[in-house]
């Protein structure tokens, strides 16, 4: 193990550290299509027997010409619990334990179960939110797991951003393939839709018999130093041509209360959360997407901002700039700031 | 093969029934013995038979006319049977004088019997007489063998060319003796003639040159021929230390090398070792140029050996297994070229001295310190700055030598960090250190302390979160530090007898966290090495001995839970439940050894061997038989060797593999039956050719929640086209073919091993142009990277990510072809004391877009190659005094 251990701290550390190599995509944080930014559920962690109420923050940005489908967010009626090696695929799998969302036990096999092919946009819940009550055993029947900290059970649900509507896919059973797809999002003649028209996704909640923890708060959202009022546009002004390298754009901090960074008392070798912001426009780059606000040793990161950017192209535009906060047990909450791109006064 | 012998020959008669006295004759001509002088004698012995004679004649022996002699029998030769040895006979001879019925009255084995017998039937004789009248007669007759001398020749060239050395006196010493003394003729041939058999050291000297000593042991009537290599002595005058061209040699000496014990073994000579280019001098990256070892992936730092994963190849500094062989970001080798005396690869089949790995062999020998005087060198590049001094310590019969070296990474890497928004308390720096002192000690023995290590450390603290995984984020720290305390004793015990010991203590570190996830180790390894070589007969020699590894250690752990390969991550970290693991324990190892080499004839080696390794851990015991051998084809220039060998190489799990958390219980080892065959031809001097192909059938492999499940197949081609080093050139052609794949239980596909290469293809070169310039190139061609190609596929929403959709099988796209120049140039002034070089080490010289990876946007619907190091030019300057 010495040996694997050094090699692989030395090799991976020297990835971490590498520039960034190839790529020249646009960033994760530029909207462009059917997106789902985050997810927020009401009790990020829950305990057996809870209704959990999950919010989902999707948005579509495609073309106004690839429009005439609208966006709608489904969610899969089977609350998976404790599958094998809390592995959200193996959800897919005939091993899988399902229930409904009120707690019924379903019967048949896993969400891929089911023949191919069939249509299922009108059997399925649909909606920016969801909630599923999480099976009282949820954490009795999963395996005792060794070195994890304390008895916990994991449900997952499966939703589905689809601008068309959504079918089972065929399944391979054949297949080693864990990861194999159990549902598509296909247009009104069946035909497979493309990556900017859907997103599928899912949700674990983790269960514990008594574990605190809540989404975090944003007190404010600052343009620099100045708190930019409930509703009130930012107006950014576009850098000058040529000048993406020194042009830092607008400063944008999120504030998140000191007491949003929960304790751990039941980890002491992490004893406190990690805070991280991620930000998304649909009209502005924005630079340092995603940024540490609280560190699990470090604390609270100062003169950290995201920077908001414009080009001389999006001059007369508005858009939306999301905010989006996460902690490193599942909590989110989110808000969104209108943006202008106007002339510089 | 000539040899000289002589035999005795007893002949003494009494007539039966005679009372005349004992006569002793000395035969009138003694008879020319075959091969060589003889001499023969007559000795008084009793009567055998009486015959029916007349009381009162006198009776005259007979009188030998010829005698044949006799050869001491091949067949005692082949089993190394080396003693003067004596056969009496009874010889019956009739009237005429010719002998008619030959007996052995003491028989000895080993052919001395039938020889003697022959010889005896051929004896002629002036039949005895009793009166005038011829008689029969029966005699005792007695044939001594003696141990036929060997003979010992060869040539004194300069130490990297054909070149004889004239009047170079080579002396041959034993031990208790006077030492003999010859002086090479004009093309550097000496001779000494027939020497009696054992141990001798030829020590070669001559003005300008180093002092050789060569050990060698002499066979009897075999006829050794040796060709001694002589290094210029460092910073003697510049007349002597220049060629013609005014170029500094830099040449070691290359001594008469013995079949080795393997299959193949690899040894890369000093002047390869320093300036293959693209390596930065750096010899332990020289290796990464040889057949069959795979292309790393860029600053991974690895060493892929026939396929295996890196952690199956061990590498040994003196016998001591060390736990890391390169710095940071593999720019260097955590042990500096000056400070190496050799380095034995061997990619696979090797010795049953070697084991608990599955993959190859990397020893290293730290050099022995200068004893003639202070010495020392200096070198600065863009990457590191090293420094090692040595010589005598006094007249206290030891000698030292000191090393140290330490990188700038830090000095341009912080302020990037900084740059990018990273707060850096500790930027990337290492360190390595070495010291040694060491004495020689009679009987060839020597004694020597080692202490040398290793420290990489960075910590910094990221403000931003990676996009594709959060964890990924926070502070990052990273120490992995290790040093060795070895002690290595090495005596011969006898004439037949070597002893030698490695015994060392040491600590290794590692220190990791990223975010909220880390790992620390702290363990102290105990590695005990003894060796007792003896040798049963010239023939054949008995290699034993145990190779103990005991270590404590303690470790935190908390990570969460790995995938099996083929396994999609479920997440990133974030996503899920880290599991953690606080323990001491400790590793124990113990293994022993047996080999035997056996020459059954000259040019041929046979190796059997067996080794028996135990693990604590597992509670398990594993036997691995071996067997390799050589023969050659034709012993004189051009050389031809046939070789192979087969068998068993067990490499114990990993402790994370066995962990009551991250693990799983009832492992037993990885098994590889390893098989390989091949020819070793030279062309033309110093050219040679090298072929093997390999085969090895995995079994019992561990993959994680699957226990010993996984299979595997690696075969494959090495080809080596080698330009051995002379005064103007080395260079070599090394292509290697090969093809690894793993299955990862039953019912699962074959897929191709993460680090399998097809076709690895390496040619280099480097030219003395005179005036002290020398250039050199390395051309690189290799089959890409496996890698898992991924898709479009989950939104994870805990993390706020999007995960790929990976294709099953893993490791199924191969990154495109990967070419690359690097380019050394290097030009020298050599003083009266000193010498300089500078030198430009150009990486990537044509800045080849190679690719080390695949890049995919935020949702993997896009991907573009992520481009390997682009033209990296390396600039230093070293000094040596």
Known sequence: MIRTLFRSAVAGAALILLPSCGGGFDPASKIQSVRVLGLRADKPYAKPGDTVTLEVLAVDRRPEEKRQRPMTVFWLPLVCTNPPNDAYYACFTRAAKLTSPTGEPTPGAGAGGADGAADITALVAKGQSFSYKIPGDAVSSHVKVPGANGDYGISIVFYMACAGRIRLASRDEASANPQQVPIQCVDDDGQALGADDYVLGFWRTFVYDDRPNANPLIDNVLLKTDVIGPGAAVAITPCADGSSGQCKGAEVNVVVPASSQEDKPYDPDAPRERIWVAAFSDVASVGGAQQLLYDTKAGAIRDNPVRVTATSGDLGKSGTLWLVVHDSRGGATWTTVPLLVTAAP | ?881
């Open chain 2, 1 to 881: 093969m000539r040899f000289r012998l002589r035999h005795n020959l007893a002949l003494v008669a009494l007539a039966a029934g005679s009372n005349a006295s004992p006569a002793l004759a000395r035969a009138d001509e003694p008879a020319p013995a075959r091969g060589g002088a003889s001499e023969s004698l007559l000795r008084p012995t009793e009567p055998v038979e009486a015959a029916p004679l007349p009381q009162k004649a006198a009776v005259t022996p007979p009188r030998l006319l010829s005698d044949t002699g006799v050869s001491y029998p091949a067949e005692a030769l082949a089993q190394g049977f080396y003693e003067a040895t004596t056969v009496l006979l009874k010889v019956d001879v009739d009237a005429t004088g010719a002998v008619t019925k030959v007996e052995v009255e003491t028989p000895r084995g080993h052919g001395f019997d039938e020889a003697a017998v022959a010889a005896a039937k051929e004896l002629k004789y002036e039949p005895a007489k009793r009166g005038d009248r011829a008689i029969a007669s029966r005699w005792r007759h007695a044939y001594s063998f003696e141990v036929p001398l060997a003979r010992l020749d060869g040539f004194v060239r300069t130490a990297s060319s054909d070149r004889g050395l004239a009047s170079v006196t080579v002396r041959l010493e034993r031990d208790g003796e006077a030492p003999v003394l010859t002086v090479t003729d004009g093309t550097g041939h000496f001779a000494f003639g027939a020497q009696a058999r054992g141990p001798v050291h030829l020590v070669a000297a001559v003005p300008g040159f180093d002092e050789v000593v060569v050990d060698e042991t002499l066979i009897p009537a075999q006829e050794t021929s040796l060709t001694i290599r002589l290094e210029r002595a460092q910073a003697a005058a510049p007349k002597t230390a220049k060629d013609d061209s005014g170029a500094a040699f830099e040449e070691i000496t290359v001594r008469g090398q013995r079949p080795p014990r393997e299959v193949t073994k690899r040894t890369l000579e000093k002047r390869e070792l320093e300036r293959i280019p693209g390596t930065n001098g750096d010899a332990l990256r020289a290796i990464q140029s040889l057949p069959g070892v795979a292309r790393p992936p860029g600053l991974a730092g690895l060493l892929i050996v026939r396929g295996a994963p890196p952690n199956s190849t061990n590498v040994f500094v003196d016998g001591t297994l060390i736990p890391l062989v390169y710095h940071f970001g593999g720019l260097s080798s955590v042990v500096p070229t000056e400070m190496i005396s050799r380095i034995d690869f061997y990619p696979g089949n090797f010795s049953a001295r070697y084991g608990r790995v599955t993959g190859g062999i990397v020893d290293v020998g730290l050099r022995a310190p200068r004893v003639d005087k202070l010495a020392g060198m200096t070198q600065v590049d863009l990457i590191d700055a090293r420094s090692v001094v040595e010589g005598p310590i006094a007249d206290t019969g030891w000698s030292f030598a000191l090393g140290a070296r330490r990188s700038y990474v830090d000095v341009w890497l912080k302020p990037v960090l900084e740059a990018a928004g990273s707060g850096v308390s500790t930027a990337p720096v290492y360190y390595d250190w070495q010291a040694v002192v060491e004495r020689p000690l009679p009987q060839k023995g020597r004694l020597n302390f080692a202490f040398y290590g290793s420290d990489d450390r960075l910590e910094i603290l990221i403000k931003s979160v990676n996009g594709s995984d959060p964890s990924i984020g926070g502070g990052l720290g990273l120490h992995t530090a290790f040093w060795r305390l070895a002690a290595t004793y090495k005596q011969s015990l006898g004439e037949k007898t070597d002893l030698s010991m490695v015994h060392a203590i040491g600590k290794n570190t590692i220190e990791f966290n990223l975010g909220d996830n880390a790992f620390q180790l702290d363990g102290m390894p105990l590695t005990n090495r003894v060796d007792l070589t003896h040798k049963i007969s010239p023939g054949t020699t008995l290699d034993a001995g145990l190779d103990m590894l005991w270590q404590p250690y303690d470790i935190f752990v908390r990570l969460p839970p790995q995938p099996r390969p083929g396994e999609p991550a479920d997440g990133p970290g974030l996503s899920r439940e880290s599991r953690t693991v606080r323990t001491s324990a400790s590793i124990y190892r113990p293994a022993a050894f047996v080999e035997l080499s056996l020459q059954p004839a000259t040019g041929t080696r046979i190796v059997p061997g067996i080794r028996v390794d135990y693990s604590r851990d597992t509670k398990s015991w594993d036997v691995s038989p071996r067997f390799s051998a050589r023969h050659e084809l034709a012993r004189e220039h051009p050389k031809t060797i046939i070789k192979g060998g087969a068998g068993l190489f067990t490499q114990p799990p990993q402790p994370q593999e066995t962990s009551s958390v991250f693990g799983q219980a009832g492992l037993t080892s990885n098994r590889s039956y390893g098989y390989s065959i091949g020819v070793e031809q030279d062309l033309w001097r110093p050219v040679e050719i090298s072929l093997e192909g390999f085969y090895k059938k995995l079994d019992n492999l561990v993959v994680a929640r699957y226990g010993n499940a996984g299979v595997g197949t690696v075969y494959g081609l090495e080809m080596l086209l080698r330009y051995k080093p002379d005064e103007r050139f080395f260079g070599w052609l090394a292509y290697t073919l090969s093809r690894s794949a793993v299955q990862d239980r039953p019912g699962e596909p074959e897929r191709l091993a993460q680090f399998d290469q097809t076709h690895i293809l390496t040619a280099l070169g480097s030219w003395r142009l005179g005036g002290g310039w020398e250039l050199g190139g390395r051309m690189r061609v290799v089959s890409g990277s496996n890698t898992t190609p991924s898709a479009y596929g989950f939104f994870d929403g805990n993390s706020a990510v999007n995960l790929p959709a990976q294709s099953y099988p893993p490791f199924g796209e191969r990154l495109p072809l990967f070419h690359q120049f690097d380019i050394r140039v290097d030009r020298t002034w050599t003083f009266a004391s000193h010498k300089i070089d500078v030198y430009l080490d150009l990486q990537n010289a044509y800045n080849s877009p190679n690719s080390e990876g695949v890049s995919y946007n935020y949702n993997y619907t896009k991907r573009s190659y992520a481009g390997a190091l682009p033209i990296l030019p390396s600039i230093g300057a070293r000094v040596d005094f």
